[in-house]
């Protein structure tokens, strides 16, 4: 059976409810899935920027330091060679190193169900009416945060309203410990390191047909 979750207004007063979802929401919590997919979330986002040079690009003259014979020193081709102190190294790590991952859909998807499970069981979510703000302002989402009395949050917005969102996001960005979203561009670290997650119905409805499918 569906459950009823209370629905609050942007001053955090209950408006009505909200029947959600089962599939979604009554997922078995798979912390290992989970744990797959946050690594794979990571390791995409790496960007290979270790690099050394090797004694083709490494800088100094190609000519030989001294001949060949009769120096009493040992043989020396270049001043490039990785035994020379300043010389190209040996097998370093190379910018040409791709980290990227992949996992099936389906696993990212239940994944995903498994995190929300998760936050519902944990009272982490809270699902807020649709609403608007006048105009790109810091200080009105700071009073809305201020409202639940939260320290770090996430608030998920609808894809479909652009205008109202672009207002929402753009007047979170100043906000170090908050951060506003649309259901298409969330991601299971957000979800799983903030405090509340706030969902919009809307975002709700289109979440919920996301992951149902």
């Known amino acids: 059976m569906s459950e009823k979750i209370n629905v609050v207004d942007k001053n955090n007063e209950k408006v009505g409810d909200i029947e959600l979802n ?3 929401y009554s997922y078995p919590i798979k912390e290992a899935l989970i744990k797959e997919y946050v690594l794979l979330t990571l390791a995409n986002k790496r960007l290979g ?3 050394t040079k090797n004694r083709k690009i490494v ?5 030989k330091p001294w001949k060949q014979k009769g120096t009493g020193r040992a043989r020396a081709g270049s001043i490039r060679s990785p035994l020379w102190k300043g010389g190209g190294t040996i097998f370093g790590p190379t910018n040409e190193k791709n980290y990227k991952k992949d996992m099936p859909r389906k696993a990212r998807k239940a994944a995903m169900k498994s995190a929300l499970s998760y936050l519902l069981k944990e009272g982490r979510l809270i699902f807020v009416e649709d609403f608007d703000i006048p105009e790109i302002k810091t200080k009105e989402m700071k009073q809305f945060f201020n409202k639940f009395a939260i320290e770090k949050g996430l608030l ?5 309203n652009t205008n109202t969102n672009d207002k929402i996001i753009k007047s979170t960005r100043n906000l170090a410990k908050f951060k506003a979203t649309n259901v298409n561009e969330i991601n299971i670290i957000d979800l799983l390191k903030y405090e509340k997650i706030l969902v919009s119905v809307k975002a709700n409805k289109e979440l919920e047909r996301n992951l149902a499918i």
């Open 22 to 24: 089962e599939i979604v």
């Open 59 to 63: 800088s100094g003259g190609g000519i």
């Open 156 to 160: 998920i917005l609808p894809s479909s």
């Open 49 to 51: 920027l270790a690099s």
